[in-house]
């Protein structure tokens, strides 16, 4: 029916015992893992991690602002291939902050302020 010499059946065999081996001890690993896993404790962890990064961060891109800051990266990369240095500035105004991003190379800058956010 097939032609299959034993040496190579044998050789074949082996390797899916070696595999077969192998997806046991990773699924016991897991299964052992999964027996661990306290989402109590992850959510704290998380939770503090965010806490971490909103006390270091000085404003949250939102809504159209991220998009409009990325565009205008693209577009001064393109134009003057300024890869990496923008300035960024904050202005308090009361309600919130409005936000403007400045090409240092070409001086060009744009408000790319969410207002429908305020």
């Known amino acids: 029916m097939f032609n299959i010499s034993e040496r190579h059946f044998d050789a074949t ?3 899916l015992k070696k595999e077969y081996h192998s997806v046991v001890a990773s699924n016991k690993r897991l299964i052992d893992e999964l027996n661990q896993y306290n989402k109590d404790a992850v959510i704290q962890r998380l ?5 971490n990064q909103q006390k270091r961060c000085l404003h949250d891109l ?7 800051y990325y ?3 693209r577009k001064h990369y393109e134009k003057c ?3 990496n240095h923008y300035i960024v ?5 009361g309600l919130s902050e409005s936000i403007t991003v400045k090409c240092p190379k070409c001086g060009e800058s744009e408000d790319i ?6």
């Not at 939770?47 to 806490?51: D, F, K, T």
């Not at 500035?89 to 105004?93: A, F, V």
């Not at 302020?113 to 305020?118: C, G, P």
Request: glycine share 6%; proline share 0%.
């Open 62 to 68: 939102i809504g159209d602002e991220k998009d409009k």
């Open 71 to 73: 565009t205008f990266r």
């Open 81 to 83: 291939k300024n890869n």
């Open 89 to 93: 500035e904050l202005t308090g105004t």
């Open 47 to 51: 939770s503090q991690q965010l806490y």
């Open 13 to 15: 065999l082996d390797e």
């Open 113 to 118: 302020t969410e207002y429908s956010m305020w």
